[in-house]
């Protein structure tokens, strides 16, 4: 099946560094991808859908110029947190869908721990 | 309304028992429902999905129930067994959307041997 992976899987970074996951489709061109987050026993909340080539679409609330999003490839999308606090404490999981029909199957990346100390 | 209701927010089933799992939603434009399945630490694993143009389909021990009138869908697990136990996510999507999923609240299912 086709498989979707994220790097770090665990990141602990000082409050007011940058980080940086990656989220990969290892063996699929996914033209949209999707990135969301997830607090302890709650369900996955949307933060953004990016096109390879075009700018991220962010969901409401969600601060974009806070998380960058690039999908610079149809195998690579970026999220950056930028100037982390601990309040971005969360598990980032990122999803990737290929073709154009929206009925196909989004594949879910392993997640990213992210502590802000 | 873009909400997915889930319930109940836990459940704990004997091993061979049913579990089950239901959902219910709003937006009549809503045509895609699946079932997602989680294990701590990990992203949620596609299990089983319906259209709207069905009432029911089964993959293994696994039946979605889809009752388009009411609004509601539901997860069955036939002979649950200790290793379903995780927390189980039912979402639904628009064509035209995208393809951006809406999720449920989430269930923690754990089956005791």
């Known amino acids: 099946g086709a498989v979707v992976s994220q790097h770090p899987s665990r990141v602990i970074c000082k409050s007011g560094t940058s980080v940086k996951i990656e989220c990969r489709s290892l063996d699929f061109q996914a033209t949209t991808m999707f990135w969301y987050r997830q607090f302890p026993k709650k369900s996955l909340m949307l933060m953004a859908t990016?096109?390879?080539?075009?700018?991220?679409?962010?969901e409401q609330g969600v601060e974009k110029d806070k998380f960058l999003i690039n999908h610079a490839s149809l195998t690579l999308s970026t999220l950056t947190v930028t100037s982390a606090h601990p309040e971005d404490s969360s598990f980032y999981i990122c999803?990737?869908?290929?073709?154009?029909?929206?009925?196909?199957?989004?594949?879910f990346g392993p997640g990213t721990r992210l502590t802000v100390l | 309304q873009q909400q997915v209701k889930q319930s109940p927010q836990s459940l704990i089933v004997q091993k061979g028992g049913i579990s089950i799992i239901n959902c219910a939603y709003e937006?009549?434009?809503?045509?895609?429902f699946p079932w997602y399945q989680q294990f701590p630490g990990k992203g949620p694993a596609l299990l089983i999905a319906?259209?709207?143009?069905?009432s029911e389909k089964k993959e293994g021990r696994f039946t979605i129930s889809f009752n388009k009138s009411a609004k509601q869908f539901s997860l069955h697990i036939m002979d649950s067994q200790p290793g379903d136990s995780a927390t189980y996510f039912c979402a639904a999507s628009m064509y035209g959307n995208t393809g951006k999923l809406i999720f449920g609240q989430g269930t923690t299912l754990q089956v005791k041997p």
């Open positions: 999803s990737a869908r290929s073709g154009t029909s929206p009925y196909n199957e989004q594949f």
């Open positions: 319906i259209r709207p143009d069905v």
């Open positions: 937006n009549t434009a809503f045509d895609y």
């Open positions: 990016s096109n390879e080539g075009s700018k991220a679409t962010y």
